[in-house]
């Protein structure tokens, strides 16, 4: 709860930062001890159930120590929104407190907004993707 509590004035920062970054579908929170704060607001119970493990979550996986001992942002494998907005990857950020892990920040961007450009700009000989593992 005092994570939570902390974070308490964020929903309006959140909001501003989410409208610099039109087509981010979330910007979340994903607490240590499973709660989570997200923008913007979704009725959690229909589209997260208030039993889901946000340890399990692809964010929260790509940027736990365990998966990224160097603490650094880590991008997810494409997933299914379950907000609705389609394939997704997610940019996660671990927080640490005082040294200690606390939890992750993240984005969700929807996949085709990444590739949009891409898509637009004609290649000589067809269209061609590189992408690293992780």
């Not at 913007?40 to 692809?58: K, R």
């Not at 997933?79 to 940019?91: F, S």
């Not at 892990?101 to 993240?106: E, L, P």
């Amino acid at each position: 709860r005092h994570h939570q509590y902390a974070q308490r004035a964020l929903g309006a920062p959140l909001q501003a930062t989410r409208g610099r970054v039109p087509d981010v579908g979330w910007i979340s929170y994903q607490d240590h001890h499973n709660a989570a704060l997200i923008a913007p607001a979704l009725d959690g119970v229909q589209a997260i159930p208030p039993e889901f493990d946000w340890h399990g979550y692809h964010s929260f996986q790509a940027a736990e120590p365990r998966n990224n001992p160097g603490g650094t942002i880590r991008w997810s494998p494409p997933n299914i929104d379950y907000g609705g907005h389609g394939l997704i990857v997610c940019a996660s950020i671990p927080v640490t407190h005082d040294g200690t892990f606390a939890g992750v920040w993240s984005m969700d961007v929807p996949l085709d907004s990444l590739l949009r450009d891409a898509l637009r700009t004609p290649a000589l000989a067809g269209r061609c993707f590189l992408a690293a593992a992780d």
